[in-house]
């Protein structure tokens, strides 16, 4: 038997319906798991003023049934009553659908009220006090898809007037999206917070709340790894985000912020935002050490250079890092080591898709990130290499291996030259800037020549030092075997 809370549905997962609501903003930072959902779908054709008083009138888009006779005639006896006794009145209807009415019925009862309310106007102080106890006991019925029911069809009743309740709009609003992020449709509860009234000028909105209401929706779209949909309130946020005073809201948006640098794969950005949420005590150990581990892997998937080396190095350093399963093949890029498909294949199983994404040029992300590592680490150990040596290196052929080496010299991330005609690259030895075109070294006449001979002259010293000191200790040796 169903008690008369219980919202009958369509067959759906046994994970919605009577769960227990939990606020989107109490999820902690590594409780963000990016999954995609059906969203639900939109309820349709909707009367904005139904009739209460018609038993043959389905209120319902669930298609269940009409009011209880015994509602129907409650409400027929509160539009009688004087203006100044219906309140209490209809509190009492409510509380009677909620514990004494069928549960088939329950949505189209709670509609029966707001429909009479409506229809017999009693005064707007009247009405907000109906609504206001009309939206609590829906909340107390901890019945997702009957939110999403009753609260969808209540909109279309007010909003002829919603800018006489905007009050009672918005949190209809923020109950509707609840139960969608409940049922793990973060589209619409993104869509649907979206349409709260910020802006009006019959209700005063804090600072925090609208950017409570805005990470809310930013942390949605990012559920289904929106980030364009996402960056445009982020733009808001960033306007108003020197105001808010709440740890928890500072904490989520920069932990959004960092998602959103993640998937537009700005992972030099989002490694350097990780890395300094991880350090918040606003998050358990178990989440900062988490956020330190997205840290690592951004930084291991940033663009080979000096920038990423600063990064890398301060990561490296961090003591905590020591504890995370990426340590191993960030300790070897940060010293330069070449890596091998062992050590690349074992890192990529942690990585989300779209940091297995194929680039432009038909890499992907992390191969394209492992061959410029391994080149930077190359040039640590040649002073000058053909590019047919160097592909074979790198696992490319010629062609490819001098296009990554022009570019990484162009972009100021590898310190050298190149000599087409002679088919060589001659490195530096030094770290580039990282500035554009910084990585390019003039051609000087002789340079290596002149190297040469200094190494030659050098040797050279050294051997006539050793031949003085043996003939100062072992003249006789030195008379019979070197004179």
Not at 287 to 297: D, F, V, Y
Not at 475 to 482: K, Q, S, T, Y
Request: charged share 25%; proline share 4%; hydrophobic share 40%.
């Amino acid at each position: 038997m169903t008690s008369a809370c219980s919202y009958p549905t369509k067959t759906r997962p046994a994970h919605r319906g009577e769960a227990a609501a939990t606020p989107h903003s109490a999820i902690l930072p590594s409780a963000i798991i990016v999954t995609r959902f059906e969203s639900c779908s939109t309820h349709s054709q909707r009367l904005r003023k139904p009739s209460p008083l018609k038993t043959d009138q389905r209120h319902s888009t669930l298609g269940i049934m009409a009011p209880d006779p015994a509602v129907l005639q409650r409400l027929q006896v509160i539009a009688s009553k004087p203006i100044d006794q219906q309140p209490a009145l209809y509190e009492n209807a409510l509380a009677y659908i909620c514990d004494s009415s069928s549960a088939d019925a329950t949505a189209d009862n709670f509609i029966a009220v707001i429909s009479t309310l409506f229809e017999h106007p009693s005064g707007v102080v009247m009405s907000r006090s109906v609504l206001a106890a009309f939206v609590a006991r829906l909340r107390d019925l901890k019945n997702h898809d009957l939110w999403i029911d009753v609260g969808n069809r209540t909109l279309d009743i007010l909003a002829a007037q919603s800018a006489v309740f905007p009050d009672a709009v918005a949190v209809l609003r923020e109950l509707i999206a609840t139960a969608h992020e409940n049922n793990e449709d973060f589209v619409e509860a993104a869509k649907v917070l979206a349409d709260i009234p910020l802006d009006s000028s019959q209700r005063q909105v804090t600072v925090q709340e609208r950017a409570t209401t805005w990470i809310r929706i930013v942390r949605n779209y990012l559920e289904v790894d929106d980030s364009t949909a996402a960056s445009a309130y982020i733009s808001k946020l960033k306007n108003i985000m020197h105001r808010v005073q709440d740890q928890g809201l500072t904490l989520h948006f920069n932990l959004s912020q960092a998602r959103i640098l993640d998937a537009q794969r700005e992972f030099l950005s989002a490694a350097n935002k990780y890395h300094e949420i991880s350090f918040s005590l606003a998050i358990a150990e178990e989440e900062r050490l988490h956020t330190l581990s997205m840290a690592a892997k951004c930084a291991i998937l940033a663009p080979a250079g000096p920038l990423r080396s600063r990064t890398l190095g301060r990561l490296y350093k961090d003591e905590r890092s020591a504890q995370l399963d990426e340590f191993g093949i960030l300790e070897k890029i940060f010293l330069d080591r070449v890596l091998t498909a062992k050590e690349v294949e074992t890192f990529a199983e942690g990585l989300q898709p779209h940091q297995l994404a194929t680039t432009a040029d038909g890499t992907t992300v992390l191969a394209k990130a492992v061959m410029e590592h391994n080149l930077l680490g190359v040039s640590k150990l040649y002073s000058n290499i053909r590019f047919d040596a160097l592909g074979s290196l790198l696992g490319l052929d010629a062609n490819r291996a001098e296009e990554t080496t022009a570019r990484m010299i162009e972009q100021g991330r590898l310190a050298g030259r190149i000599d087409q005609l002679g088919g060589l690259v001659y490195f530096d030895g030094g770290e580039a800037s990282g500035q554009k075109g910084s990585g390019r070294t003039e051609t000087v006449v002789g340079k290596e020549m002149r190297r040469w001979d200094a190494n030659v002259e050098s040797l050279s010293e050294e051997v006539e030092n050793i031949t003085n000191a043996l003939d100062e200790q072992f003249p006789a040796f030195v008379e019979a075997n070197l004179a």
